[in-house]
């Protein structure tokens, strides 16, 4: 459905009230800058970015701003205030040949930096809605400012759209991010003409009302050709209920986009090569070639042509030792893992179990010598609370892997991460390791002897615990570049023991400042240079 936003039922038009002042300030007499005035705003049901999407309406919130611009130029800027429900601040340098020009820019960060008497354009990019709706609003003072008068009225209008995308089943913590629209709304203080552009490619990334709907503000545009994103997701094409979108829209059907995860798939790189697993007792699997019929699994899987793929899904509480092994040629790994335990609702299933993927690509006699994920596509961990053991030893000694998987948990637990990529040779770039407190032996083993490796993930946890980093980068001959925030735990219970023996013999260390770390092995590299962050 779409309306037309109403000002008490949708509030997304704003009606601004300038009420007298208890008593105005004294006027600034700086020649340079002209007066200064004091001046309060009562808002009423006033529209801001603060908006709730099932019925539109939308409130200001303490510490809102609305800039003010006069004869061209910005004057000053009004702050909300929650407790009296008024706006209030100073405006410099107004003149009376002109209005006052009220503009509420989603509280987003201006282009052009703060805003001086100078400014004469203001410029914000909404590109980032997660966390609220930067709505675009405008209108300017029904009489001309005059000297002495502290009471204007203005009813702001919406220079954007509010819009309901529905989509399948994904996870609200799941980022989406739509590509091809406007994002970026410049105005003209002279002319009060608005302009709307795409910023890097146009992204905006939504806010998750729900698992099955996003919201966002968007600005007027011709919509055509709008893709979607996600982590774990295959790109998605975005259908639109109109053609066009217009100020003041308010579209709640219509608009939608299905994304998909691909299921853990391997993809031939040499003709002839075989994918089978190591064991399957106690195993439900299931396969499917070349986008096929799904298929119960018996036995391994021959690629007869390059690029052929087969993909796997099953129903399991955990695939505890059961190791993919790929042989007689190359191989790209890419998809969601999750689908070994759900088979059908694994894009929105995150739940690990207890070594739920321990040796997976385990790297035993051989067998996985020459796999690497995919450099279009992602393989998928997509879990953020893990268990313990989940992916130990998940890629040992596999000496072709180049690419990690993005690891995106931030809750850990006992030796999760322990062996992950030992003996991983080829690896030149290290996954970000998001989580700021840590298990016991999350990170143990994790990326010893991955001599490619030249730079660390940031480390971000304050306080370290028992064998968490214990032999964390032991034989990393070329790791010449650690970044770790500990202040708390250094070189106790095992914390740091040996982590950098075997590093590279020069270096830079940064360590948060009061940070106190011994120098060799179990702490800072002797011969290394050391900042303070």
Request: glycine share 6%.
């Amino acid at each position: 459905m779409m309306k037309k936003l109403s000002l008490i039922s949708m509030g997304l038009v704003l009606l601004m009230a300038m009420t007298q002042c208890k008593k105005a300030e004294t006027p600034s007499t700086n020649d340079n800058e002209g007066e200064k005035v004091h001046i309060t705003l009562e808002v009423d049901n006033g529209s801001k970015h603060f908006v709730h999407p099932e019925t539109g309406t939308a409130f200001f919130t303490n510490g809102d701003k609305v800039l003010v611009a006069n004869n061209g130029h910005y004057v000053g800027t009004l702050t909300y205030n929650s407790s009296n429900r008024q706006f209030s601040g100073d405006i410099t340098g107004a003149v009376e040949s002109d209005f006052l020009h009220f503009y509420f820019m989603g509280n987003q960060p201006l282009t052009e930096g703060t805003p001086s008497s100078n400014t004469t354009s203001f410029t914000v990019n909404i590109s980032d809605q997660t966390n609220c709706y930067p709505q675009i609003a405008y209108n300017h003072s029904t009489v001309n400012f005059t000297e002495g008068v502290t009471s204007y009225k203005a009813q702001l209008l919406n220079k954007c759209a509010l819009v309901k995308f529905t989509t399948n089943e994904i996870p609200v913590e799941t980022d989406v991010t739509l590509s091809g629209l406007n994002n970026q709304v410049s105005v003209d203080l002279g002319s009060k003409e608005f302009s709307f552009s795409k910023a890097n490619g146009g992204d905006i990334t939504l806010h998750a009302e729900s698992t099955t709907s996003r919201w966002a503000i968007l600005l007027p545009q011709e919509v055509s050709g709008v893709t979607a994103n996600a982590f774990g997701f295959d790109e998605a094409s975005v259908s639109f209920a109109v053609s066009s979108i217009h100020e003041n829209d308010y579209l709640t059907e219509g608009t939608s986009f299905t994304m998909t995860s691909p299921a853990l798939t391997f993809k031939a790189r040499t003709a002839g090569v075989s994918v089978g697993i190591s064991s399957t007792t106690g195993i439900n699997l299931q396969y499917s070639l070349n986008g096929g019929v799904w298929t119960n699994y018996t036995s391994a899987i021959t690629l007869d042509n390059v690029n052929d793929i087969v993909s796997f899904r099953g129903n399991n509480s955990t695939f505890k030792n059961c190791r993919f092994t790929c042989n007689n040629g190359q191989f790209y790994i890419y998809g969601n893992v999750m689908s070994l335990l759900h088979a059908t609702d694994y894009a929105s299933n995150y739940k690990l179990s207890a070594n739920a993927f321990s040796y997976l690509f385990d790297n035993d006699n051989n067998s996985n010598v020459n796999i690497d994920i995919d450099p279009e596509k992602d393989l998928i961990l997509p879990a953020t609370e893990l268990a313990d053991f989940c992916y130990y030893c998940m890629f040992r000694d596999c000496t072709g892997l180049t690419k990690a998987p993005t690891l995106p948990a931030t809750q850990l637990a006992i030796s999760c991460y322990q062996y992950m990529f030992q003996g991983c040779t080829n690896l030149q770039t290290a996954p970000a390791l998001p989580a700021t407190e840590l298990a016991h032996a999350c990170y143990s083993y994790m990326f010893e002897d991955c001599t490619n490796l030249q730079t660390a993930p940031v480390l971000r946890a304050e306080t370290l615990i028992s064998n968490c980093y214990y032999c964390m980068f032991k034989g990393c001959s070329n790791l010449n570049n650690i970044t770790c925030l500990a202040t708390s735990g250094i070189n106790q219970s095992s914390s740091t023991d040996y982590w950098v023996h075997g590093v590279a013999a020069e270096g830079v260390f940064t360590k948060a400042s009061g940070a106190s770390w011994p120098s060799g092995n179990n702490g800072i590299p002797s011969s290394w240079t050391v900042n303070v962050q």
